[in-house]
C-alpha cells in the first residue's frame, strides 16, 4: 500500500565522497559528504553539498580546488571518523593515520591510501539553504593501478567504493552482486 | 602504484534515478538518470542533470515539476529500458508495463511498481555544459508500507534498490553486505 509521508532527504545509495582541501594555513583536511553526485559530462562536473559550519565550505572558497576521494570498504571508520569531527580542531590525517599527497593538478590533497580521486577546480556555487552546492570541474583523476580497467577506468569491483544507506537503517553497505549489463539489458524489453 | 589520468566522470556508486514527468500533452514519461544526489537538507533538495535533447529537460522545465523514483533490483530491464529510448518516439510506460500514478502533490507521475518516490518542484537550473542540472524542493515522498523502517523511512534493505557501477565495468549492481553503522563506528578512532 502506498502512503504519502513528509519530505524526506532519503536516497539510496548515497554515495560516500571524502573531500580533500588545504586551509589557508596550507593544512591537509577531509570530510565526509553523502550529498553529492556527477553534474555534467561535457566539461566533466561534480557536485557536493556543504554547511556553511564546516571547515571545507570555506577552504574550497578560498582555494577554488577540491579532492573527491572513493575510500574502499575497509576504510569505513576512517571514513566515518572525519565526517564525525571537525578540521576546525581536529588534525583528521594525523588522527587517522591516512596520508596527504599533494595533487598535481590542483592546490587540494589526495588521500594516498584510497584506490582514486577526482582532482577539482571551482566553477561555480549553488547555496540553497542550510546547504551550498560547490561544482567542481573535474580537471583529473589519480587512481592506483591495480583498481583500473584495461581502458584505464576505476573499476568498482576491484575499488570496492562504501555505500551510504541513507536514513533508514543508517549504515554503510559494500557493493553487492551484479545484476545486468547497463545501457544494454533494457534491449530486451524492445519490440522486434 | 598511483596514475594520473585525464579527467573521467567516474563515481561510485552512482544512483539510478528514474525521473518522471508529464509533457505539455499530459502525457507521462520516465527516463534513467545517473547523474544526480541530495543537494541540500533544509529546504530537502534534490540535483538532477539532464541533457538538452532529452524530453524529460523540457517536460520538466514546462511542468516546473518531477519525481524521483527509485527502483528495486528486479526491475532492472524496465530501469535501463527507459535509458536507452527517447519518450519523443516512445510510450515507456506501456512499452515497459509500469503504471503511471500521479503525484498529488506535484504535476509528475510515479511509477507505481517501484518502492518509493521523492516529489519534486523545481526551484532552480543550472547550465553546465552538455548538462543542465534542474534542482527540485523535495514536497513530499511516496512510499510502499512494506519498506519502511518504524521512523517511516525507506529502509535501503527492503527497498533493494539499484547501484549503476559507473564506466568501468558498465553494470547494475545489488546492495551488499551491511559494514557498520553510519555517524558512529568512527568514534572508535576517537583519542579517550
Keep these: 500500500m502506498k502512503i504519502n509521508l513528509p519530505p524526506q532527504t532519503t536516497l539510496t545509495p548515497c554515495p560516500v565522497l571524502i573531500i580533500g582541501t588545504y586551509g589557508v594555513d596550507g593544512k591537509p583536511d577531509i570530510m565526509n559528504a553523502a550529498w553529492g553526485g556527477i553534474a555534467c559530462s561535457e566539461p566533466p562536473c561534480i557536485?557536493?553539498?556543504?554547511?556553511?559550519?564546516?571547515?571545507?565550505?570555506?577552504?574550497?572558497?578560498?582555494?577554488?580546488?577540491?579532492?573527491?576521494?572513493?575510500?574502499?570498504?575497509?576504510?569505513?571508520?576512517?571514513?566515518?571518523?572525519?565526517g564525525l569531527v571537525s578540521g576546525k580542531t581536529h588534525d583528521k590525517f594525523r588522527e587517522t593515520g591516512l596520508t596527504p599527497e599533494k595533487s598535481g593538478r590542483v592546490n587540494a590533497p589526495i588521500v594516498a591510501e584510497f584506490p582514486y580521486a577526482l582532482e577539482c577546480k571551482l566553477v561555480q556555487l549553488v547555496d540553497l539553504g542550510l546547504h551550498t552546492m560547490f561544482i567542481g570541474e573535474i580537471v583529473g583523476l589519480v587512481a592506483d593501478d591495480d583498481v583500473l580497467t584495461e581502458k584505464r577506468i576505476p573499476d568498482i569491483e576491484k575499488v570496492r567504493p562504501l555505500v551510504f544507506g541513507s536514513f533508514g537503517t543508517m549504515s554503510y553497505y559494500g557493493i553487492g552482486r551484479k545484476i545486468a549489463a547497463a545501457f544494454s539489458v533494457g534491449n530486451e524489453l524492445k519490440k522486434v
Design 47 to 82: 557536485s557536493v553539498s556543504l554547511r556553511k559550519e564546516t571547515l571545507t565550505y570555506h577552504n574550497i572558497k578560498a582555494a577554488k580546488a577540491f579532492t573527491v576521494n572513493i575510500p574502499s570498504e575497509k576504510y569505513f571508520r576512517e571514513a566515518d571518523f572525519v
